[in-house]
C-alpha cells in the first residue's frame, strides 16, 4: 500500500524541522522564514554574511516525468503547469500555467477549443480534450530532441506504450503502438458518456487496439 500527501509550503516544514532539530541539539536558532514569505512580505534578507549548509538538488525533469506518467502522480502535474508559468517569469499560479500552455498549442495550429485544460493532472471535471489535438501533441514530440525520454515515460500496456486516462464516464488512451511489421501509429483513442461497466468498456477498447498489433 502506498500512501501519499502533499505539503502547503514544503520550505517552512522543512525549516521548522531543522530548527527543531537544531535545537535538540544545544544551537539556538532565529525565527525560521522562507525566502518565499519574505519575498511575498516584501521583506527579502540580505545573504551577504549567510553561508550555505547543503543543497539538494531535484531530479531532472525527464526522471520526474517518468513517475508523472507512470504512476500517474497527479501532484507532479499541479506542480509542472505552476513551474512553467514561473520559467515565463509569472506568478506560479495555475491559471497563469494553463494561458501559457494554451497559447504554446495554438501557435502549433491546435485550436484552444481543442485542449479546455482546468488543471495540471488532468482530473478536473472542466477538462476537455479532442482527439484529433491529442494526435497533435504526439505528432509535436516526436520531432523534438527529448523525444526519447518522453517515449520511455509512457507506460507499457499489452505490447503498446499508451497512457490511460480514466473518471466517471470517461476512458481514454494516448500514445505509440508499433505492429507486427514495424508500422507505428499515434492514437488516440476516448470514450465519452458510456454505458456499462469501466472494465467492459476498457476490454472492447482493448479489442481494437490489438487490431493494430
Known amino acids: 500500500m502506498t500512501i ?35 519575498i511575498r512580505k ?23 516525468n517518468y513517475w508523472f506518467m507512470n504512476k500517474s502522480i497527479n501532484l507532479y502535474g499541479e506542480a509542472f503547469i505552476k513551474i512553467i508559468a514561473l ?36 482530473l478536473s471535471p472542466t477538462n476537455r480534450v479532442t482527439s484529433n489535438g491529442l494526435v497533435k501533441v504526439m505528432e509535436y514530440a516526436q520531432t523534438r530532441p527529448w523525444f526519447n525520454s ?27 503502438i508499433t505492429s507486427g511489421s514495424g508500422k507505428k501509429f499515434l492514437v488516440a483513442f476516448v470514450i465519452n458518456n458510456f454505458h456499462g461497466s469501466p472494465a467492459a468498456v476498457r476490454q472492447k477498447m482493448w479489442k481494437v487496439l490489438d487490431e493494430l498489433l
Not at 23 to 30: A, K, Y
Not at 98 to 116: Q, Y
Request: proline letters at 6%; a neutral charge.
Open 87 to 122: 520559467q515565463q517569469n509569472k506568478e506560479a499560479s495555475t491559471t497563469n500555467g494553463i494561458d501559457i500552455v494554451r497559447e504554446f498549442w495554438k501557435e502549433k495550429e491546435i485550436a484552444p477549443g481543442e485542449l479546455k485544460i482546468g488543471d495540471g493532472s488532468g
Open 42 to 64: 516584501g521583506k527579502v534578507p540580505s545573504i551577504e554574511n549567510s553561508r550555505q549548509l547543503a543543497e539538494l538538488r531535484s531530479p531532472p525533469l525527464d526522471s520526474m
Open 150 to 176: 518522453f517515449y520511455a515515460g509512457i507506460p507499457t500496456m499489452n505490447n503498446m506504450k499508451l497512457k490511460s486516462g480514466f473518471m466517471q464516464g470517461v476512458r481514454s488512451y494516448t500514445g505509440i
Open 4 to 38: 501519499s500527501g502533499a505539503l502547503p509550503d514544503p520550505a517552512a516544514s522543512f525549516g521548522r524541522e531543522l530548527s527543531e532539530f537544531l535545537r535538540r541539539s544545544g544551537i539556538i536558532c532565529g525565527e525560521v522564514q522562507t525566502l518565499g514569505e519574505a
